[in-house]
C-alpha cells in the first residue's frame, strides 16, 4: 500500500481541504506569514455566525444546511486586535526559519537538524547564541569537536531573532497555495522595488 494507511481509508469533503481561510489581524495583517495564518473553512464560518470576524472575501462554492446557503469565506479580518509577541520562542521550527532552513556549514538546503557550536560535552549550552541548523553530515563531520578542530566555519554567527525579522523571514517562504483573493493582503506592506 502507498502513502499513509490512516488516511488511505478515511474520506474528507473536497471544500475541507481545498477551501482555508486567510485569517487577518484587525489591522488587516495575517496574524502569521510562516506558517501563514490559515482556518479551515468550518472555523471561519463558525467565527463569522459568532460575530468575531468580518468576512472580507469570499469563494464562489457555498455550504447549505436545510435553511441556509453561505459562501465559503476566503478572508477573514479578526473583530479585536491581537498583539503580535516580542519574543520569539526557541523551538526547532523558529530556528530552521531563522536559519532559511539551511545548513549553517555548507548550505545544503536538505536532511536538517540543529547543531550546538560549542558542544553540550564542552560546556555549550542550548540557546539561540549557539545552535545552528546544520545538515546531517556536517553534524557528524563537526560532532563533539570545536569549530577550529573540526575545520568548519559558520556562514553567519547565531543569534536572537526579533519578532518581526522572523515574521519578515517567514515571507521569502510562500506556501503551496495562494488564493488570488489573499495576494491584496499578503504583500501589501512589502518593500517596493525601485
Given at each position: 500500500m502507498d502513502g499513509d494507511f490512516r488516511t488511505e481509508f478515511t474520506r474528507q469533503p473536497a471544500g475541507a481541504r481545498q477551501h482555508p481561510a486567510l485569517v487577518l489581524n484587525a489591522d488587516y495583517r495575517p496574524l502569521s506569514y510562516y506558517p501563514l495564518s490559515l482556518w479551515p473553512w468550518q472555523d471561519a464560518v463558525k467565527a463569522a455566525y459568532m460575530d468575531r470576524v468580518d468576512i472580507v472575501a469570499e469563494y464562489d462554492e457555498v455550504v447549505r444546511?436545510?435553511?441556509?446557503?453561505i459562501r465559503i469565506p476566503s478572508v477573514v479580518v479578526l473583530k479585536d486586535y491581537v498583539k503580535p509577541q516580542k519574543r520569539v520562542a526557541f523551538t526547532r521550527f523558529n530556528l530552521f526559519l531563522r536559519d532559511e532552513f539551511c545548513c549553517q556549514y555548507c548550505g545544503s538546503k536538505g536532511d536538517l537538524t540543529f547543531d550546538h557550536v560549542v558542544p553540550r560535552a564542552a560546556g555549550g549550552v542550548t540557546s539561540w547564541q549557539n545552535v545552528v541548523a546544520a545538515c546531517s553530515p556536517c553534524n557528524l563531520r563537526k560532532g563533539s569537536k570545536s569549530?577550529?578542530?573540526?575545520?568548519?566555519?559558520?556562514?553567519?554567527?547565531?543569534?536572537?531573532?526579533?519578532?518581526?525579522?522572523?515574521?519578515?523571514?517567514?515571507?521569502?517562504?510562500?506556501?503551496n497555495f495562494l488564493h488570488e483573493s489573499w495576494m491584496d493582503f499578503l504583500y501589501w506592506d512589502a518593500e517596493l522595488d525601485a
Open positions: 444546511s436545510p435553511s441556509t446557503v569549530l577550529r578542530r573540526a575545520g568548519m566555519s559558520l556562514r553567519k554567527p547565531p543569534r536572537q531573532p526579533g519578532a518581526e525579522e522572523l515574521r519578515n523571514m517567514g515571507r521569502k517562504f510562500p506556501p
